[in-house]
């Protein structure tokens, strides 16, 4: 029999499963493991999202919707970032509907993409985006925040955009970030748009957290830099609606009418149940996501304060719901071992560092969507193998 096994887009062999995921896995057998591992919230969708998505169950909803999504739920969309982040965007010509942010990504990347193109990315980074970089025959360049306390500075950015010159294609922001939760303020943001504003790459702006931000308003570069920027945005995190998979991409009728073509052969359309229930999200559920604010906030400053007493260095997140901490010294710098360590000893599952690329070696993030219960046992558990391994 012929073997096609080394036939594939030789792309492929270039990527893998996500590290998360795949550490994930490896220590969910281990007995008695509390992880804290992946970024989903702990909380359900709103009651009276899933009573929109049965009764559109019951009212037959169960048909294609046309490829950029049901006019209702863009409608609803384009009113919700106007209200709440003051962007203006056109329903019928800006707003595609896709599943969830991931799909709005891998779109946006494989519309805007060509062989030999690069992208910058602000690193450590979600490592969602190099995989599909990789697949357009693109080169991503990370440019590192860690000594800027993982904020992206603009000569930073300015210095890589004229080093690479017309080869860069796209700039990637993901902001409040994971994996370490860092907001980026007004002034932060219009500095990186000035610096944009001159030179003809795309900003694909992934904005999923935007509604989980702690000490200030999420400010999207939209603002500032409309026809340059893609926004990405959903309700996974805001609405706790992973499964649901709803997202957005926000952009320029002349981006749009470009990216609708590849999200169209990706996946056609969005669930036509999901979007109904959508809508309810947007509309009576717009500020559904200050409940599960409050009790995020505190379980951030809990930890935080739990691990800077036991040596972890942290700069303090100010949006999403993780904590990205360095390996207090003392201990196994490599952060898969320190991690395997961990959930072998103790029973706690974080994720490596390493998983978010080599400028994160060294650190480690924990998810607090759990919780404050689990969270407090895991502080119990992280605080005894601090102590038993000094």
Known sequence: MADVSQRFNQEVYKIAVSLIRTFDERVSSIPDILKLTLGEPDFNTPEHVKQSGMTAIEQNFSHYSGMAGLADVREAASLFLKTKYQLDYDHQSEVLVTIGATEAISASLLATLEPGDKVL?????????????????????????????????????????????????????????????????????????????????????????????????????????????????GLSKSHAMTGWRIGFIFAPANLTAEIIKVHQYLVTAASTISQKAAVRALVEGINDAEVMKADYRARRDFLFEKMTGLGFDIAKPSGAFYLFAKIPAGFDQDSMAFCVDLAEKNQLAIIPGIAFGPEAEGYVRLSYAASMENLEEAMDRLTDYVTNHQ
């Open 121 to 233: 990315l602000p690193a450590p980074i979600y490592p969602g985006y190099e995989p599909i970089i990789t697949l357009a025959h693109a080169t991503p360049i990370y440019l590192d925040t860690t000594d800027n306390d993982f904020v992206l500075a603009p000569e930073v950015l300015e210095a890589a955009l004229e080093e690479h010159g017309d080869q860069v294609k796209a700039v990637i922001l993901n902001y409040p970030s994971n994996p370490t939760g860092v907001v980026y303020t007004r002034e932060e943001v219009k500095a990186l748009a000035d610096v944009l504003k001159k030179y003809p790459v795309f900003v694909i702006s992934d904005e999923i957290y935007s509604e989980l931000t702690y000490d200030e308003p999420h400010v999207s570069i939209a603002e500032y830099l409309r026809d340059q920027t893609i926004v990405i945005n």
